[in-house]
């Protein structure tokens, strides 16, 4: 099997995706959708393509797939950006965990390693993950 040696940050950024929605055993396709969607209007995936994505998707699962993967690719995220870039990719994280509604505690268990792995300040992740909870509010209505 060949074992990948280091990513660019674009690749980086979607690994983390890939990370948190692989969490709890697979990727659904609204979680696939939200990555989708994040690389078509982001300015940070500016001259990324979907079949890029795609190729940068696989690749993050084979790294998984690799023994210590997840340590691998953990190592590899943190290489690949630049500190100001591991809090998009936190963010980008947190869009794919709240694009399911429903968190298992395997997914909550990947998002704190990932913020350990991407060393991000207490604080700085929680602002992030309150950005995110406040963008993804519904309006209940009673009808």
């Known amino acids: 099997m060949l074992v990948r040696t280091g990513l660019d940050a674009q690749e980086a950024l979607v690994c983390t995706m890939v990370l948190v929605a692989a969490a709890d055993g697979g990727i659904t396709d609204r979680e696939i959708g939200v990555m989708s969607g994040l690389v078509q209007t982001l300015p940070v995936f500016q001259n990324f393509s979907s079949e890029h994505l795609e190729f940068a998707s696989d690749a993050a699962v084979a790294l998984l797939e690799e023994d210590e993967g997840l340590a ?7 290489a690949a950006l630049e500190p100001r870039l591991r809090e998009t990719a936190y963010a980008l994280a947190c869009e794919v ?3 399911d509604r429903v968190t298992s505690q395997a997914v ?3 998002l704190e390693l990932v913020q350990g792995e991407l060393r991000l300040e207490p604080l700085v992740a929680a602002a992030i993950e309150r950005g995110v909870r406040a963008r993804h509010q519904t309006i209940d209505r009673a009808e």
């Open 72 to 78: 691998h690719a953990g190592t590899m995220i943190r």
């Open 97 to 99: 965990v709240a694009a």
């Open 108 to 110: 909550l268990r990947m």
